[in-house]
């Protein structure tokens, strides 16, 4: 959609003014409706979903397993982001019955709470 410029009014005074320039009048445009298509119709509207941002701490060596996920992943030509690869492992933990849950997250090795220091 163009930008539409202001137009300035010229006061009229008593002096005469050098010849003012005519602004031209720009055509309006006809807005045509366009109807859509039964195929396209039918098909459901895709809704934006919200971006959250969020940091957390991971040890460096489960840090390290993020870039060998990415290689793997171009060993079959899929460029993979750190975080597709977060949603995927999300996606893939909460597929797990209780119990292997579980024994994932037991696996885990305890983190200390809060942001780590500048020399760790």
Known sequence: MAKKTPIKKVAASASPAP?????AAKPTKTVV?????PAKASSPAKVKQKLVRDSFTMPRGDFSLI????????????????S???RAGLHALSALPDA???LVLDG????????????E
């Open 19 to 23: 010849a003012a320039k005519k602004v």
């Open 33 to 37: 409706a366009v109807t859509p298509s």
């Open 67 to 82: 870039n060998t996920l990415k290689e793997r992943a171009l060993t079959f030509r899929r460029p993979t982001k750190k």
């Open 84 to 86: 597709e690869l977060l």
């Open 100 to 102: 292997k849950l579980k």
């Open 108 to 119: 885990l090795v305890p983190l200390k709470t809060g942001r780590p220091k500048k020399d």
